[in-house]
Nanobody, 125 residues
Framework: QVQLVESGGGLVQAGGSLRLSCVASGRTFSIYNMAWFRQAPGKEREFVAGITRSGLSIDYADSVKDRFTISRDNPKSTVYLQMNSLKPEDTAVYFC??????????????????WGQGTQVTVSS
């Protein structure tokens, strides 16, 4: 069992930056592959970025490539999402998620076992 708590969301103007953090507690953080998802009003939850337990494999949704960066600090049990050049369409609740299957980045929502409560990101135009 692992508990995830996100922070760092807020209101930012288009073109601005935010850094999200997700702190894990419970079981050993380094056994989990981590990811960020987001959900906008009226839309399904979608994959944003993922990183394997070692940090050697990373993947991004096409919509955020070259703007967002995912990273992790295993001794601090924390995964980060640095978001630059934010756009109004990035507005959503952002969730971090964890699973311990395999060694690849998984983009499918239903394969993640643990979820945080989410943090709101709002980008104004």
């Amino acid at each position: 069992q692992v508990q995830l708590v996100e922070s760092g969301g807020g209101l930012v103007q288009a073109g601005g930056s935010l850094r999200l953090s997700c702190v894990a507690s419970g079981r050993t953080f380094s056994i989990y592959n981590m990811a960020w998802f987001r959900q906008a009003p009226g839309k399904e939850r979608e994959f944003v970025a993922g990183i394997t337990r070692s940090g050697l494999s990373i993947d991004y949704a096409d919509s955020v490539k070259d703007r967002f960066t995912i990273s992790r600090d295993n001794p601090k049990s924390t995964v980060y999402l640095q978001m630059n050049s934010l756009k109004p369409e990035d507005t959503a609740v952002y969730f971090c998620a964890a699973h311990s299957r395999g060694i690849s980045v998984i983009t499918r929502t239903h394969l993640y076992d643990y979820w945080g409560q989410g943090t709101q990101v709002t980008v104004s135009s």
